[in-house]
């Protein structure tokens, strides 16, 4: 039975992954749709949705893609956000712009993947030119995608006719030693790194140091002075805090004083025991429910003892 | 009713020694008065349960406070949880008598009737027997030497004195058990059918054979349909009995739903025969040539005279244990503890399995009850409950040595000796209860007691389990090591009455004189005899049963692998003897000391064999035979040459040493801004446990063992986490600086870039003999700052995960790895078994493709868990592999953890709030509570899943009872599809074998070699693919091997949705609806491209 073309709102787009050395060609599905998020934007007449981009996906692919099956220009791709190298696990999914593959991230520190992946299954937006050129994909995914209905339509096949003056990172076992080389970076590298962060963090922190002894000197508009951490003493720790109170606690009681205490205690003892009992009563005869009893006498017999 | 009964029923055995064939009509039949006898029962038992109810609780407590302080006195005593676990075994294995066993009381009747019918026979000879059994075709079993044909005693029958159930099931102390039960139904034989002196020259036996087989016969022509054999009582050849088994018809009297059979067993009255003349001291068996001179000059014939004796005792046992079950109540149920306990462990009444089962058990008890103290006191007291009274007799059998020290029971003369074994001796019957027992089987029993009264002084978990309901009878798991010897095929008919037995028994002397202080234990396994039909043609009686002895040893891990043995100095006494006993091996030495000694050296390089091994074999050639120690087979070094290097420890050695050199060096850097307080190891190379040897060859780098570096603590690091990861690479760079001054090879690399909260970066020192380690800094306020981020209620649930996840990591890496790595190195050190039954079990795990899911800690705390939690710790590598892996077998991770060692009272509680916390089980399965991981959660935060553990726990239970061969046989089959990596891509350090020419084996590192280091290029693969693919597919992998199983709830269509996390593929389903379907050609083809040359082969199965 032939796929269906459209499943609700959405447009199948059949692709073809090449042979590799190992594994024959493979039917691979792209579902699109026009972008509608919930909070529209203005790009959005212009932009694509697509769900199930295959995991090695580059906007250089997606590009070479919709110029291969005759839609218009592709503006930029935004890929959904993979916090690492490989994809992260996570909730709440995140676009990542990713025009170009390899683009340092706002100070998360070293890049150690010449090539980013997609998690199987992920989506992307995809910015044509303009509504015309988005429009144009649409109608042309129908198409492909109704190729098996008599019409002829070239095979799609991913990966095919992207421009050679992209220089995309390959993958195997180059994508491994390179990773390999960068999570080894020279040391001099890494001390300028390391100097640059102390340098910023160690701003970051005199200035905040000072907006608060700023704001401890200045009285604000209704005279009052706030009181913040920090000053002439270090600032106490919270869990050394803790402790002091907790000392303190232990020792405005007095247990064992009156012989009420003494009474309750006992009884409160007792009952704990006699819960313990019921608790003691209740776990063996559920082990007797896993008949757990039965004297295992050979393979068979506890085969049959844990149900298994 | 009840004590009428009772009285009659004394009255009858007080009148069992004088004839009574007259009377026989107007007696109880058996039926009826076990009818009586079940009635007591019942009332007996409906009031020991009302009073231990009482006991507990009152019935009607007047308050509340009343039944606390009733609940509270109970937990004094032991835990209460195991008693109640007790009661529920003893409901669980008792006998429904009256629904189960009627068909088989029907059955009883009936041959009870049968043989009543039989008519007397009078003085016949044995050409007159013979000929007679002869036409009615009955094979008559007499025992060896069969009677000649010109012997002159007579041969009668006549009809039993008295018939009547005896044993366990007269006195209802019968349990559930596998293979079923026997009913003894005891005849006993007039003693007019003997003389005086019947008692020597097998005389007896002949005829109580002949009196079975006119039995035999008369059951035979009733026409029943029953299946009839001849059977050794307790493998004791003078004493055969008919079995009768059901013949599982279906019709009348068929008793095959009773589950049992029927044994029917000639007795000989009592005081037929002079008891004096049949202690064990004196000869009843006297040589042909010479006639009946006196006896005193000939050796005694313990053994025959034993068994004369044990024919009286029937009856006279039943009166005694009937009599002390109505004074200590919890008599019975100690009976049925004590029967499952031996059960479980293999023991039976049988000589040839130890010779002490439930009747010894319960014999020996009620004489404990009466008596046995140093003092005349008793050792058990009659108010004893059902668990003390169990208890109490193991403390008995453990701690008397009753070979040494011989308990008698009414006799003054302490010249009442046993040759060998244990003795207990009842002067009143002039028997030693023991006879049946050897001395290795005695002493097996008496180690298994003393295990058991370990566990049950356990303070803190119950092991009920381990006491009761596990069978432990496989020698594989409980020895050390193991021998299969052949039993020559004629044994020396002259050497005894039963020739296996004292051929087994020199073979004892020798091995245990041979093995010295090697061998803690030593025990033979004989086999059992079989039964023989009884009709003539069968199995010709005269041959010894062929087979092989089963030894096992259970070692004393210090010494068994020691190469020299010294004996006496020169010029002794002794050392003629000496020489004797090890022929060519011994010589003489002259050792440091300047002493000469007598001594016998052992191979211990370029021997596949184990020293001890080579001893067993040695001393068998020499003393029975190439023909039968060529064919000694044994068991147990395989399991050592599996493991790289046979489990020597000294292979790490070499490791051991680069780390000491690298924590010298680094305290004494000089000119970093802290000092270093402390320095420690976490990893399985420094530890003992990595599955191949670290630094196995020259020119090869070993895989970078992790070491943590703590600082003197400092108020000048900032309090914020990233900032803390940024000063830890400055920290390192300044280390490593400082080293390389020094001359060592560093690099610094970087880790988990995308968790800006985790450990940033590592500095890897590399030796230029090849060892390499991966130092990290801990900072002790990280835990704190992770604590309190995640206090914060408004933290984002993505941003928590984070946090919770670099808090374990953190806890993992810093904080319980060094501290599991200083445990495992002292425990490696008390148990020299121990590194290597680890790296065999990690081995097991790789063969099976689960290292990736099981990490290297778990399987170590799984091995010490056998180690240190039973009270008999394996010694050898089979035995250590062998019990863990049968432990893993049983675990039921669902229900309960392993706990190690002394953890804290509340470990169950803590394990309660795990599981009620995620009842589901996906974050925490397995849960190993330790003294350092009191939780019990940190090594296996990662795995392994729910389905993995349940894998796991099945191919455990596959293995065990496998061979050897097979435990580490794994099939791909299984799995989905199976990716193989290109070997050249492989780890370095897995790699089997160098190269083939040692001349070009390269002995220098180079720095490609460095720059290379801690590559792990198919592991780097998994995890992305991992990432990838998240739930959808589980990996497995080990070596160059990945295979992987789809998720079954992703195999399965669903509707369309924008966030399925994986492949599809649109289909048209059932009612016309979009159905997307897993694209699992469209997956692999990723797989294959992102692999690219990694790659070698894609199978896929499925």
Known sequence: MPPPVQIPDYTTLPITLPPTALVEAATHYLYIRPHAPKQATPDDPRSLFVVNVPIDATSAHLRALFSSIGGGRVDRVIFESSGSGAAATGGKRKRDDDEEDGEEGEGKGEVVWDRKLRKSGSSAVVMFVDKASRDAAIRAAGKVSKKGKGKKVEEVVWGEGIGGGLNIPALGISRYLTNHNLTHPSKAHLQASVNTFMAAFEADEAARLHALAKRRQEPDEDGFVTVVRGGRVAPARQEEAKVVLEKKQAKDKHEGFYRFQVREERKSRQMELLKKFEEDKKRVAERKNLRRFKVSLGILCFVQLHGM | MAPASKKRRTETREEDGRVRTKETTDQLSSEEEMEAISKEDDAGGQTFEAKSKARKIPKHPSSEQEKAQAVSESYESKSNVFRMETEELLSEIRVDYRKR????????????????????????????????????????????????????????????????????????????????????????????????????????????????????????????????????????????????????????????????????????????????????????????????????????????????????????????????????????????????????????????????????????????????????????????????????????????????????????????????????????????????????????????????????????????????????????????????????????????????????????????????????????????????????????????????????????????????????????????????????KAELRRFKDGSILESVVWVTKDSNQSIYNQIIQYLVIKNFGDKIGNYVKFIGDEYASMVGGGGNVGLFQPTMTAFEKLVKELRSLEGLPLAIRQVSAAASALRYSSVEAPLFSSGQLMQPADVVVQFESSGRWPDDLVAIQKTKIAFLLKMSELLQQAGAVTRIGLENVDYPTMNSAFMEVVYHEGSTFRVRIYHDREQTLLERQLLNKDLPGKKRDEITAALSEHRRKFIVGPLHTQEVQKLSHRFPALSPSIRLLKKWFQTHLLSRQVSEELVELMAIRTFVTTSSPPNSVMSGFLRTLHFISLWDWRAEPAIIGTVDKNASETFAAIRRSDPAMNRHVMVIPTEYDPTGTTFTESGPRKVVAARITALARSAVGASFKNIFISSTKDYDFVIHIEPKYNLPGIRSKGSKFKNLQKTEITSQDIAKLGLNVPGAFVNELNDIYGDTIIFFTAGNIIAGLWNPSSVSGRKWKVNIPYSTIPQVGVNDEEVLMLNKKSILNEISRLGGEILARIEINK
């Open chain 2, 101 to 584: 066993m009627a068909p088989a009381e029907k059955m009883l009747h009936k041959l009870k009737n049968i043989i009543e019918k039989i008519p007397p026979k009078t003085d016949v000879t044995i050409g007159g027997v013979e000929g007679e059994m002869g036409k009615r075709k009955i094979h008559i079993p007499f025992p060896e030497p069969r009677p000649g044909a010109d012997i002159k005693y007579k041969f009668s029958y006549e009809k039993p004195t008295y018939m009547n159930i005896a044993g366990s099931y007269a006195l209802k102390t019968v349990a559930k058990q596998h293979g079923g039960f026997a009913i003894d139904l005891v005849l006993q034989m007039p003693s007019t059918i003997f003389q005086e002196k019947d008692y020597l020259n097998y005389r007896y036996f002949h005829k109580r054979a002949y009196y079975l087989a006119t039995i035999a016969g008369a059951i035979q022509e009733s026409g029943l349909n029953l299946q009839l054999s001849y059977v050794d009582l307790h493998d004791d050849p003078l004493r055969p009995i008919i079995v009768v088994a059901p013949s599982g018809d279906g019709s009348e009297i068929d008793f095959t739903t009773s589950k049992c059979l029927i044994r029917i067993v000639p007795a000989a009255p009592k005081n037929t025969f002079s008891v004096s003349k049949l202690r064990p001291d004196r000869n009843a068996v006297r040589p042909v040539a010479e006639g009946d001179t006196a006896d005193g000059s000939l050796p005694p014939t313990s053994q025959y005279n034993s068994s004369i004796l044990a024919d009286t005792t029937y009856f006279g046992h039943l009166t005694q244990l009937h009599e002390i079950s109505f004074e200590a109540k919890a008599f019975k149920d100690a009976c049925l503890l004590g029967r499952t306990w031996l059960k479980q462990r293999g023991f039976s009444s049988n000589i040839n399995q130890g010779g002490f089962g439930h009747a010894e058990w319960s014999i020996l008890m009620s004489l404990l009850l009466k008596g046995g103290g140093s003092k005349g006191n008793s050792v058990l007291a009659k108010g004893y409950s059902n668990y003390q009274m169990f208890k109490a007799m193991l403390q008995f059998l453990a701690t008397r040595d009753l070979i040494m020290n011989p308990l008698l029971f009414g006799v003054e003369s302490e010249s009442v000796r046993w040759p060998k074994g244990p003795n207990v001796f009842d002067g009143k019957l002039g028997l030693n209860i023991l006879f049946k027992m050897t001395e290795w089987g005695y002493r097996l029993l008496k180690h298994e007691a003393e295990i058991t009264l370990k566990l049950l002084s356990d303070p803190v978990i119950g092991h009920f389990e381990e006491v009761f309901l596990h069978r432990l009878d496989d020698p594989c798991y409980k020895f050390d090591t193991l021998a299969y010897i052949p039993i020559p095929e004629n044994l020396n008919k002259d050497s005894g009455l039963n020739p296996l037995l004292s051929f087994s028994q020199k073979l004892y002397d020798i091995l245990s004189t041979g093995l010295t202080d090697r061998a803690k234990l030593i025990h033979l396994t004989l086999p059992s005899t079989s039964a023989q039909p009884i009709r003539p043609g069968g199995i010709n009686r005269g041959l010894a049963p062929t087979g092989q002895i089963i030894a096992g040893f259970l070692l004393n891990a210090a010494q068994c692998s020691r190469a020299v043995d010294h004996g006496p100095p020169a010029g002794h006494k002794g050392g003629a003897s000496y020489r004797a006993f090890w022929g060519d």
